[in-house]
């Protein structure tokens, strides 16, 4: 079955430390990864998403992910976090099943922080 | 420009009442996706419009949830007899087309009392 495992619920940095947010899937096909951010009363924003190609990706707000397929991983990095990062974090898998993009969402990882 | 839409933004419903949600996609988008998000859990996909296809309503939990689209503009989601296990947060997402990025609204919380 296709899922996708977040296995850190909450995690907590000091600020200007580096950060790295975990992502394991299980997909029967070539995955499109995805990780979104949400933030408290926001909607989720993408920070950035694999098709092909380049296994390390570059997302907006400094973030990157590494596609390592050995592994089904999609870990999320940042070299230094910053307090606004502060939110939930998503990692999502989705492919072309039925013709559209179908996401399969992990349960989150809540970020915290601390000055 | 505009992003997608969702109005209320909160409701707070007696069991067994009907609550309808209202999904306004980004201009020119023919994809929309309600999603839904219980608390502490990542989003569960609901049902997906493309066009004027038929809806792939694969993820409505049962027959009390349903969803229109008018062509290529707004989209409602109704809960019928709502029950306590409906409490969420529902988000929807609209693409540019089928197999392109998916971009959230700020999603409805409804709590059933």
């Known amino acids: 079955a296709q899922s996708v495992t977040q296995p850190d619920i909450h995690i907590t940095v000091s600020e200007g430390a580096s950060l790295e947010l975990r992502c394991n899937y299980s997909?029967?096909?070539?995955?499109?990864l995805f990780w979104y951010v949400q933030s408290p009363g926001q909607g989720l924003q993408l920070l950035l998403k694999y098709f092909s190609g380049d296994t390390l990706v570059q997302g907006i707000k400094g973030f990157e992910a590494e596609f390592k397929r050995s592994q089904s991983s999609f870990n999320l990095r940042k070299p230094s976090v910053h307090w606004s990062d502060a939110a939930e974090y998503f990692c999502?898998?989705?492919?072309?099943?039925?013709?559209?993009?179908?996401?399969?969402f992990g349960a989150g990882t809540r970020l915290a922080v601390h000055p | 420009g505009a992003g997608v839409s969702q109005s209320p933004s909160n409701k707070v419903t007696e069991k067994g009442k009907d609550v309808e949600l209202r999904c306004d996609p980004i201009s020119g988008h023919t994809a929309l996706y309600w999603y839904r998000q219980r608390l502490g859990q990542g989003l569960e996909f609901l049902i997906y419009f493309q066009g004027n296809s038929a809806p792939d309503k694969s993820g409505l939990p049962s027959d009390r949830f349903s969803a229109e689209r008018t062509g290529e503009s707004v989209s409602t989601l109704t809960i019928q007899r709502t029950q306590q296990e409906d409490s969420a947060v529902y988000l929807c997402?609209?693409?540019?087309?089928?197999?392109?990025?998916?971009?959230f609204g700020p999603g409805t919380r409804l709590l059933v009392l």
């Open positions: 997402a609209s693409s540019l087309a089928s197999q392109e990025t998916q971009y």
């Open positions: 997909y029967g096909a070539t995955p499109y």
């Open positions: 999502a898998v989705g492919g072309f099943s039925g013709g559209y993009n179908k996401l399969i």
